[in-house]
């Protein structure tokens, strides 16, 4: 008997603001069988009962020592064989970006890559954090597990990926230091899972609200399901959810069958 799995990500941005959008209702609605959070920015303490532990989930949480900043989280319908905060870096992780969750046939890897638009520091900081990441998936696979890297690269990949490409070669999350790392993941044998079913242009999961873009459509594909070579074969299908509100970004994802 087959299993199939849904599984979901979203920047949230802001786990205490979009709580306050009926989050809750959304996701029971919704109904994935896991779900990866992203910008959390909330300690623990600071979630209210209700959603720290959503009933049927279970939820796993990394936030950042710094209040208010970035955090992920997974809720999961499944208790995970084992689940991992961080890559092993104490510079990244103590920035709450990276948690894990191992089941029988994948692990799944929620990642919020860092923003590099806020000075040469960070810039070098989200390369550095990419290379990590990288090394990260390698070891995990040599030890034998699949992986699924969803989350917010804060990178487009290529020209399809963005509205206006021209005017945003020079912009982080469009230059091409970034873009090369993510040729570097297929060249690694990963899979952009959207791409593997959806081709057309104008498909984006971030808008600029300042700039009342998502009205206008004028957004980026930064969020992305990145699978290891070894699922390729239980990928079933991939999907943007532009409708759902609630974050300056929205949910992605992706269903696996084993």
């Not at 959603?51 to 999961?76: D, F, N, Q």
């Not at 399809?160 to 970034?178: C, H, K, Q, R, Y």
């Amino acid at each position: 008997m087959s299993r199939r799995w849904r599984i979901l990500s979203w920047n949230v941005n802001g786990i205490r603001a979009i709580a306050k959008k009926d989050f809750l209702g959304w996701l029971h609605g919704a109904s994935p069988d896991i779900i990866g959070l992203q910008e959390t920015r909330a300690a623990l303490d600071q979630i209210p009962p209700e959603l720290r532990e959503p009933v049927p989930y279970r939820a796993y949480w990394h936030p950042a020592e710094r209040g208010g900043y970035s955090g992920v989280a997974i809720l999961s319908r499944e208790e995970p064989l084992e689940v991992r905060r961080g890559i092993g870096e104490e510079r990244f992780d103590t920035e709450g970006r990276v948690i894990s969750a191992r089941y029988k046939d994948f692990t799944l890897i929620n990642i919020y890559f860092p923003n590099g638009g806020r000075g040469e520091d960070r810039l070098r900081f989200k390369l550095e954090f990419y290379e990590h990441a990288l090394k990260h998936f390698k070891r995990l696979e040599k030890a034998g597990e699949r992986l699924v890297v969803c989350g917010d690269y804060n990178t487009a990949h290529h020209p399809i990926d963005l509205a206006n490409p021209d005017e945003n070669e020079d912009t982080s999350g469009f230059m091409p230091v970034e873009r090369e790392w993510l040729d570097r993941l297929v060249a690694a044998g990963y899979i952009d899972t959207f791409r593997q079913f959806h081709q057309e242009a104008g498909q984006y999961t971030w808008w600029d609200m300042r700039t009342r873009a998502r009205e206008r459509n004028a957004g980026w594909r930064i969020d992305y399901h990145f699978v290891s070579s070894g699922l390729k074969a239980h990928l079933k299908d991939a999907v943007i959810l532009p409708e759902v509100q609630g974050s300056d970004h929205c949910p992605v994802g992706i269903t696996l069958e084993f």
